[in-house]
């Protein structure tokens, strides 16, 4: 238990790709100018991880090492091209506004790295999980990137959401300012590129603020007395 636990606890924060590894930048900072896009690419992303690390598992040992890169970059794209269909069958407009971004899934390092370092030495639950927790975690920062960049370029919130949602999506939609202007600056990669690196700060002030409680506890348990 205390494994899976590890895993979840690494992939939403310890080791999240978006955070720590700063992997998959490219769409991160480009397709979340609101939340709509941010959970879409979000959803696409976590399918592939999920999927790439439940396969790469189940045949890491009959994959052999020599060629293992590129077969594991071949199972990626195949997934990515399942999510391309799907999107264009089902999301097309949304599909139009992610643009290029859904096949360049496939270059995403997170994925890969997760298939190298995890999937292939690990049975395939943990893999199933590393592979979600690691989605969600990449999520996460997509949707909250895009809440701060949607709010403060657009004064709106959950924006288009009929494009995932249908009709229901149209009640979904909350509108903070009226006859807002707008703040481009938020919607422009220099943008993304402030609000990721708010996140950033925020998570290591954290992290800091946890170690510096926990040194402090430790030290008030070495000074304080023993009873027998």
């Known amino acids: 238990m205390q ?8 992939g939403l924060w310890t080791n999240n790709q978006a955070l720590v590894a700063l992997l998959g930048l490219c769409p991160l900072l480009a397709v979340t100018n609101n939340v709509i896009n941010a959970i879409s690419l979000g959803l696409a992303t976590t399918f592939v991880l999920v999927a790439s690390n439940l396969t790469v598992s189940l045949f ?9 890169i590129p077969i594991f970059v071949l199972l990626i794209a195949s997934f990515v091209t399942l999510v391309d269909l799907i999107m264009q069958s089902f999301f097309y407009d949304m599909y139009l506004i992610l643009g290029i971004f859904v096949p360049l899934i496939v270059t995403n390092c997170a994925i890969l790295a997760r298939a190298e370092a995890f999937a292939s030495k690990n049975p395939w639950d943990k893999s199933v999980i ?6 969600f975690g990449f999520t996460m920062v997509l949707v909250v990137l895009g809440a701060m960049r949607e709010i403060i370029g657009s004064g709106t919130l959950f924006d288009q959401a009929d494009l995932i949602f249908g ?16 703040t481009l600056l938020a919607l422009l990669p220099p943008g993304a590129f402030i609000g990721l690196g708010l996140i950033v700060a925020l998570k290591n002030l954290i992290d800091e603020k946890k170690v510096s409680t926990q040194v402090a506890a430790n030290s008030e348990a070495i000074l304080e007395p023993q009873t027998n």
């Open 3 to 10: 494994d899976y636990l590890k895993i979840i606890k690494n």
């Open 60 to 68: 890491r040992n009959y994959i052999r090492k020599e060629v293992r």
């Open 130 to 135: 590393d592979g979600l927790m690691m989605g």
């Open 167 to 182: 009709d229901f999506g149209y009640s979904l939609k909350v509108t903070f300012f009226e006859q807002y202007q707008g």
